[in-house]
């Protein structure tokens, strides 16, 4: 539900700092029209993407947490992230790719074409994993930085302005605003670079090295190429970050309730 929520209604601002990024240029990209292109691989990949990552950082913090100090606990948060991270990616790869394709792209060719030519072309994982390696070093630093500041803003927020009572889903939502705008803005970046090795030609695969479409990327533009699309990008997850932790937190205590219900009916 929180995947849902925070992709399909935002999905205009990702089109936009995808085409902001584009080696194309924003223009020859799509500039403003055709908002949506590239919608449907986002559906289908956003609730399983989702599900992974919290699936695997609510389980690492529920097993390790007990076992820790409070200072350490940012650690904790850290490593429940990353291996969240890596998971979602599974899922997160392939729609990336097609989706970024198609926002780009000025044919009318279908997500599924492109997706099959993908595949056809360049194979499975050259194809439809291209950028594997550089959207996990995107997604980790990204998750280490705005999972531990949500924690620690919920924490604070719940001992100093509730009396250490649990904070409403619209209360969670603002801790998620917070994290996500600083999170998104610190890792622009990379977000940049993954961009151009997703949408780079199957001809220039030689080039395709982290490193060197970095220094790319910075000899032509400069730290404004690198910080490219930040602005869409910061806007997205910032109200992104308030629609998927809220709704995540709406969603758990609804789920929570009902599973409960459900266990003392049975009794």
């Known amino acids: 539900m929180a995947g849902l929520a925070a992709d399909v209604s935002l999905f205009p601002l990702d089109t936009l700092k995808t085409r902001?990024?584009?080696?194309?240029?924003?223009?020859?990209?799509?500039?403003?029209?055709?908002?949506?292109?590239?919608?449907?691989?986002?559906?289908?990949?956003?609730?399983?993407?989702?599900?992974?990552?919290?699936c695997t950082y609510e389980s690492v913090k529920h097993f390790a947490s007990p076992h820790v100090s409070s200072q350490a606990l940012p650690l904790v948060h850290?490593?429940?992230?990353?291996?969240?991270?890596?998971?979602?990616?599974?899922?997160r790869v392939p729609m990336e790719v097609v989706k970024q394709r198609r926002q780009t792209s000025s044919s009318h060719n279908s997500s599924w074409k492109i997706?099959?030519?993908?595949?056809?072309?360049?194979?499975?994982?050259?194809?439809?994993?291209?950028?594997?390696?550089?959207?996990?070093?995107?997604?980790?630093?990204?998750?280490?930085?705005?999972?531990p500041i949500l924690e620690y803003l919920k924490n604070v927020y719940r001992i100093k302005l509730k009396n250490n009572i649990n904070l409403e889903p619209w209360e969670v939502a603002n801790c998620g605003a917070v994290a996500g705008g600083i999170s998104a803005g610190l890792t622009t970046p990379l977000d940049v670079v993954k961009t151009r090795i997703m949408l780079a030609e199957r001809s220039l695969n030689q080039s395709l090295r982290y490193g060197a479409v970095w220094k790319?990327?910075?000899?032509?533009?400069?730290?404004?190429?690198?910080?490219?699309?930040?602005?869409?990008?910061?806007?997205?997850?910032?109200?992104g970050g308030y629609i998927f932790f809220g709704m995540y937190d709406y969603s758990k205590n609804l789920c929570n309730t009902y599973l409960l219900d459900g266990a003392e009916l049975e009794d």
């Open 78 to 91: 850290m490593l429940g992230a990353s291996l969240g991270e890596v998971v979602a990616c599974i899922v």
């Open 20 to 54: 902001l990024q584009a080696p194309q240029g924003f223009k020859r990209s799509g500039g403003f029209n055709g908002v949506y292109k590239g919608i449907g691989p986002q559906v289908l990949g956003s609730a399983p993407q989702a599900a992974l990552f919290f």
């Open 115 to 147: 997706a099959y030519d993908a595949y056809s072309k360049e194979g499975f994982f050259k194809g439809l994993y291209r950028g594997f390696g550089s959207t996990v070093l995107r997604e980790v630093p990204f998750s280490f930085i705005q999972l």
């Open 216 to 239: 790319e990327v910075y000899v032509q533009n400069g730290i404004k190429g690198l910080f490219a699309g930040f602005v869409p990008r910061v806007m997205w997850i910032t109200v």
